[in-house]
């Protein structure tokens, strides 16, 4: 619900459980006076005091008064160059040179659903009670006027915010900075979450005390990158899963991003988010308009646990599309791990059979089909088919795959080339780089000007021609290599600061283009494992393969650090061959079955090499997994230990689905220490007022969750899984 209150002028955006309020304020500027727990109503103005600040600047409309100053106001979109030190919103070079932006309100307009972003992709409203606020800002002097757009979406407890500027001047004025979202706080004894990493360790939870300064994530790579991810929470010094105030913040973007909070001098808090300013500028002639990605905020009065699952319901609800948003998505066997570059048609068609004998659903082709790659040196833009590998090309394959009741995907990666490619021989200009500098190579691969216009067509067409050219269920798309030498050939030399945000929306543009035209689809995102795993990608691919790293007991702390913002349907998790080809540890194959049973869950390894009881226990396993996928992929997700905390020997977590009548507990043995301790695990979620089934016992959900249930002593890796129905 969004309300206006004439009489305090203030705007009351409320949702399930929370409040949000901002305040126009005399002079004009847009006050930010409350975000939390649900009020019944009040002018929140009242818990900002007035005080003569050294320091802090007066602005001319408040004449004398020493008390007011945009330093010390809490604002939804902060000025710069005006007296606000803090992070500014926005920065600007305008035509005469200066940079001051200063906006004050002139309009707002409430409608029903939720607004949509040219270019970009954002939550949308359909099927819930959504609505939209539009603000309108303007420069208190240039012809620049922002448009902050605020979405409801009242049943996730949601407020997502976006951005336009527009120039109504009639000279060009430049964009140096434009944040997303600007949110202050009247205090600062948070604690803030960031979700940090590396490639093979993606989105490890950090969390620390906020002390004076300011703390930022962000990524300068052109991608959202396995270092930092477009996520932040702020909570409660003492916020746990089960209690206390949490605030989450995920950007809708796939490029650099800067996610910061400030504490400042007086122990107040702000948070931004939005395009990094690094090497960002973007041009606005007279009467165009820029928009910034969206942000989704997430406020919780019930710990971090409330908080992750209200974004895995929207996430999967109202931002993933098409028809595998919500169901079942194949169970898949991908040829990567098991064969890297080396197979052929008989190869792949022998990992398929062997995986259609025991249910596996889908044959997924990984990279090395196509060109001349027999290797990362070469082939890469190159997307017609090694015809030394596959005679006759993708579709006599994909008939063999059909024939064995299996669909059939593949792989690409359509944003890069390598230097040994023709697409590069015949187009070595097509690739960014700077002029008179060497170029910079990752993994022995360049990246692709997808700014411009017969680039990004050449991709499209070549990716459409493979689409068609046989029957192709799943595209997996990987993007294996951070940006560099980001030059544009097709753009003037002040639009270069434009580059890295046009190429995200590139990237997105293809993406559109083929959920329009191959509307069922299922395309996995992918970036050197989980790269780009944001809310951005998840809009155009429901799933994304969450990191390189297969090993069981590493995939518990991956899982569980994604977990906080995305939801498990949209992580892809594989069982693998044991020793780990990047930990050399060897876990049980039933462990591997429970871990990747927490995600899309497929298979990454040959058959072929299993022994027969091996290859029952995988069956099993498919068999098992038909019969709880929904409470996996549609029930909500407790965290029940961490397994980033030394003093747990065991990881666990649970399902439940949402009227509490079934659920899936999975439990890793991360330690095994002699004469242990005994092992008790308190559920959560169920209904303490019904009884439910354990492996053939009958207990009492208040048992379940406040007595606990004792647990068998395990061996290190050894895990088990408990599939729990009331009765
Ligand atoms: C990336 C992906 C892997 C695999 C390889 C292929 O690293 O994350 O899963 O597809 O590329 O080159």
Not at 219 to 244: I, K, M, W, Y
Not at 341 to 361: P, R, T
Not at 412 to 433: C, G, I, K, Q
Not at 579 to 602: C, D, E, M, S, Y
Request: net charge negative; proline share 5%; aromatic share 10%.
């Amino acid at each position: 619900m969004i309300g206006f209150d004439a009489s305090q002028r203030t705007i009351n955006l409320s949702t399930r459980s929370t409040t949000y309020q901002m305040k126009i304020d005399p002079t004009g500027v847009l006050l930010h006076t409350y975000y939390g727990q649900k009020l019944r109503g009040g002018d929140l103005s009242r818990l900002i005091c007035p005080e003569d600040r050294g320091f802090s600047p007066n602005p001319d409309e408040v004449g004398l008064d020493r008390t007011w100053s945009l330093d010390t106001q809490p604002q939804e979109y902060s000025s710069s160059g005006v007296g606000d030190f803090r992070t500014p919103s926005l920065e600007v070079d305008l035509a005469d040179g200066s940079h001051t932006a200063d906006f004050r309100y002139v309009r707002h307009t409430i409608e029903e659903g939720k607004y949509a972003l040219e270019g970009l992709p954002a939550f949308y409203g359909e099927g819930v009670t959504a609505q939209t606020l539009t603000v309108e800002l303007r420069d208190r002097c240039s012809s620049l006027v922002v448009e902050l757009l605020y979405g409801v979406l009242e049943e996730y407890d949601m407020i997502t915010r976006a951005v336009r500027v527009r120039n109504d001047g009639s000279a060009p004025v430049r964009l140096t900075r434009v944040a997303s979202a600007c949110l202050d706080f009247p205090v600062g004894d948070h604690d803030f979450i960031t979700l940090g990493g590396a490639y093979a360790r993606e989105r490890e939870p950090v969390r620390a005390a906020l002390t004076q300064g300011i703390h930022t994530a962000g990524s300068v790579r052109g991608s959202s990158s396995h270092q930092q991810n477009p996520f932040l929470v702020l909570c409660d010094r003492d916020a746990t899963e089960d209690a206390g105030r949490c605030w989450g913040m995920a950007l809708v973007y796939s490029g650099n991003f800067l996610a910061s909070v400030e504490y400042t001098q007086f122990h107040e808090t702000r948070m931004t988010m939005g395009i990094h300013p690094f090497h960002f500028s973007w041009l606005l002639q007279p009467g165009e308009t820029f928009t910034a990605p969206e942000v989704a905020m997430v406020f919780s009065a019930r710990g971090l646990g409330y908080m992750s699952q209200m974004f895995h319901r929207a996430i999967r609800l109202n931002l993933c599309r098409g028809p595998w948003k919500d169901q079942r998505r194949p169970i898949l066997i991908n040829n990567w791990e098991a064969t890297l570059f080396n197979f052929d048609a008989d190869k792949i068609c022998s990992i398929a059979q062997a995986a259609s004998k025991v249910g596996v659903e889908m044959m997924v082709m990984d990279d090395g089909w196509f060109g001349q790659r027999n290797d990362d040196f070469g082939g890469l833009g190159d997307w017609n088919v090694n015809q030394e590998k596959l005679p006759g090309g993708l579709a006599p394959l994909a008939k063999r795959i059909h024939d064995l009741g299996m669909k059939f995907g593949i792989w690409v990666e359509p944003e890069m080339v390598n230097e040994n490619s023709d697409l590069y021989r015949a187009h070595p200009d097509w690739t960014f780089r700077v002029p008179g500098r060497p170029v910079t190579r990752g993994r022995y691969q360049l990246v692709l000007d997808l700014t411009r216009p017969e680039v990004k067509g050449y991709v499209l067409d070549n990716l459409r021609a493979m689409l068609k050219s046989a029957d192709i269920s799943y595209v997996k798309w990987d993007m294996n290599r951070s940006l560099t030498d980001v030059w544009s050939a097709g753009l003037p030399a002040e639009r270069q600061g434009e580059v890295y945000h046009r190429f995200v929306l590139a990237v997105y543009e293809i993406l559109e283009a083929l959920h329009q035209e191959f509307p069922d689809l299922l395309i996995e995102g992918c970036s050197g494992g989980g790269g780009r795993f944001d809310c951005g990608m998840l809009y155009y691919t429901p799933q994304i393969w969450c990191s390189d790293n297969t090993d069981a007991a590493d995939r518990l702390r991956i899982q569980y650090g994604t977990s906080f913002c995305y939801p498990c349907c949209a992580m892809g998790a594989h069982v693998s061959a044991v020793p780990n080809g990047l930990t050399h540890r060897a876990t049980p194959l039933h462990t591997r079955g429970v871990v990747a049973a927490a995600g899309t869950f497929g298979y990454e390894l040959d058959l072929n090499e299993l022994t027969a009881e091996e290859l029952k226990e995988v069956a099993e396993q498919i068999a098992a997994f038909r019969t709880y996928w929904d409470v996996v992929m549609r029930g909500d997700y407790y965290r029940l230990t961490s397994p980033f905390r030394q003093e747990d020997s065991y990881c666990a977590w649970m399902h439940v689905t949402a009227d509490k009548s079934r659920a899936v507990v999975g439990l890793v043995q991360t330690v095994r220490h002699a004469n242990p301790v005994r092992p008790l695990l308190r559920l959560k979620g169920l209904d303490p007022d019904r009884n439910y089934r354990v492996n053939g016992v009958v207990y009492g959900g208040d048992e379940l969750m406040y007595a606990g249930l004792a647990l068998p002593f395990l061996d290190q890796y050894q895990a088990v899984q408990y599939q729990i129905e009331a009765v």
